[in-house]
């Protein structure tokens, strides 16, 4: 069955179960045909996995032809990590018929844990010799681990196409990019142009996602350009690429582990972005706002509580601070029983937009999220299970 999201031309690709928790694919690879450019970023993390260390030296000259992915076993914090992983590039990059440092690896799931190594050896073993058209539908289903449903988006640019796939709705507070998300685009720019345009999309969207405040060891987050539909302008480029990964960050909020809505924080009126990004985090990170969005409670002094606790932004005042649920004011109007069931309709929906103005100047920034839920614990509690 061929992919439904549409797949840039010249990339191929095979997915496929090596066996490692249950009968769903859990592996995925996607290469280009001919040469590509590819900009990356990745988990800032300490403990960073041994699949990110390689995937890092592979991108780091700007060249890379795809990548590939196992899923319910992260491959961080064992002694034999990096040679399994390396392996793993090495048997799948030859089956492709490229060179290993072209191959970008990633590994997600259960930390602490080695490789099946005679499974996986096995299933590689058994690849094709050549591969067909990529499906990316069946490689985002293939990289899940909790997540409840894959996630693509895609969009055109001239003649060309891009098309992202993401993973992650839990341990996400990114500190470069996301969990795990992969670009694919036959738009041709150069490496420099490809690599500044990535990585401000990547600022404003998946460096702006929040579910728990905890940083994956293993995040990972690439695009790859091989450049067969020839060259697009690229402000275009950019719009596009940024919608398609909103688009994706938005899909992982609403389906962060046990949530039941998306948060939006949309903060104005700051001293500069910089700023409203600080105030924003704040405010979708904490647990007390969380939980009252779970429960449609409209209570702004859990808004007034996280950006007050910010106390290091010394030109923050209250009397020149504005808050909304919605389009509702319930901060400095008085919040009456009116207002606040008006309020408290809107948090209902399935997405809750909190508006805060800091009343400074014209910086603003806006974050995703997502409430929490018993779900969340419950997932977590027996997560390694």
């Excluded at 549409?6 to 490692?20: E, M, Q, S, Y």
């Excluded at 590819?38 to 032809?65: L, N």
């Excluded at 001239?158 to 992969?182: D, F, R």
């Excluded at 409670?297 to 290091?312: E, F, H, Q, S």
């Amino acid at each position: 069955m061929s992919s439904q999201t549409p797949v840039p031309a010249g990339f191929r690709g095979v997915a496929g179960n090596i066996g490692i928790k249950d009968p769903h694919d859990d592996f995925f690879a996607v290469v280009s045909e001919v040469p590509a450019h590819v900009s990356a970023v990745f988990t800032k993390s300490r403990f960073a996995g041994s699949s990110v260390v390689i995937s890092r030296r592979a991108a780091a000259d700007g060249r890379a032809r795809g990548v590939t992915v196992i899923s319910r076993n992260a491959n961080v914090a064992t002694m034999t990590g990096e040679a399994n992983a390396l392996e793993v590039q090495e048997r799948v990059a030859r089956a492709a018929g490229i060179d290993p440092g072209e191959l970008l690896i990633a590994s997600t799931g259960v930390i602490g844990r080695p490789y099946p190594m005679d499974k996986v050896r096995a299933f590689l073993d058994a690849l094709p010799a050549e591969f067909p058209p990529a499906d990316l539908d069946r490689a985002a289903a293939a990289q899940m681990t909790t997540d409840t449903r894959p996630k693509t988006a895609s969009a055109t640019v001239g003649e060309a196409t891009v098309t992202g796939i993401a993973k992650g709705v839990g341990m996400i507070e990114p500190n470069m990019a996301t969990m795990l998300a992969w670009f694919f685009t036959d738009a041709d720019l150069e490496q420099p142009v490809l690599d500044a345009v990535f990585r401000r999309v990547v600022d404003r969207t998946f460096n702006a996602l929040s579910i728990d405040t905890d940083t994956s060891t293993s995040d990972s987050a690439a695009i790859f350009a091989n450049g067969v539909a020839g060259p697009v302008d690229t402000a275009a480029f950019e719009e596009a690429l940024h919608g398609v990964a909103l688009e994706l960050v938005r899909m992982i909020a609403s389906d962060g582990e046990g949530a039941g809505k998306l948060i939006e924080v949309r903060v104005s009126g700051a001293r500069d972005d910089a700023q409203a990004k600080r105030v924003a985090k704040a405010v979708v990170n904490s647990p007390l706002v969380k939980t009252a969005v779970h429960g449609s409670d409209p209570n702004w002094g859990r808004v007034a509580m996280a950006v007050g606790k910010l106390d290091a932004e010394t030109d923050v005042e209250p009397e020149n601070v504005r808050i909304v649920f919605g389009d509702v004011e319930t901060y400095p109007t008085e919040a009456t029983d009116e207002v606040l069931a008006h309020a408290a309709e809107h948090m209902k929906g399935e997405e809750v937009v909190i508006g805060v103005d800091l009343g400074i100047a014209d910086g603003a920034f806006t974050v995703y999220g997502c409430d929490l839920t018993d779900g969340y614990i419950r997932i977590n509690a027996d997560y390694t299970t």
